[in-house]
């Protein structure tokens, strides 16, 4: 995966190394990046770190291991998210750089 902005190049990580691998494209929405964390296929360091970390660690497990409780999960946060408030107008901005705010 080759990252838009060389200030963010250091956060793609594949099989322990940083990498310009690209994944091929899902077919389905499901927990398979999650199963990937626990091979330590992490696409980013900051995925990677969900398994490594013991904080984040059981749900990383248990998301991996059941679909069901991933899809569940998943339908109530997005529902969350749903409800923040989109920024219009001039509330918002698109950063020139990624790394720094304009």
Not at 61 to 69: E, G, I, L, M, Y
Not at 74 to 81: A, S
Request: charged share 20%; with cysteine.
């Amino acid at each position: 995966m080759q990252p838009n902005c060389r200030a963010c190049a250091h956060r793609v990580w594949t099989q322990g190394s940083p990498s310009t691998w690209t994944p091929p494209p899902p077919r389905k929405f499901d927990n398979v990046s999650y199963k990937n964390l626990m091979k330590g296929l992490g696409l980013f360091t900051s995925d990677q770190v969900l398994y490594t970390d013991g904080r984040s660690r059981p749900l990383v497990v248990d998301w991996a291991n059941s679909a069901q409780q991933f899809n569940q999960a998943f339908i109530e946060d997005i529902t969350k998210l749903g409800r923040v408030g989109v920024k219009t107008g001039s509330d918002w901005n698109i950063r020139i750089r990624c790394d720094a705010f304009n």
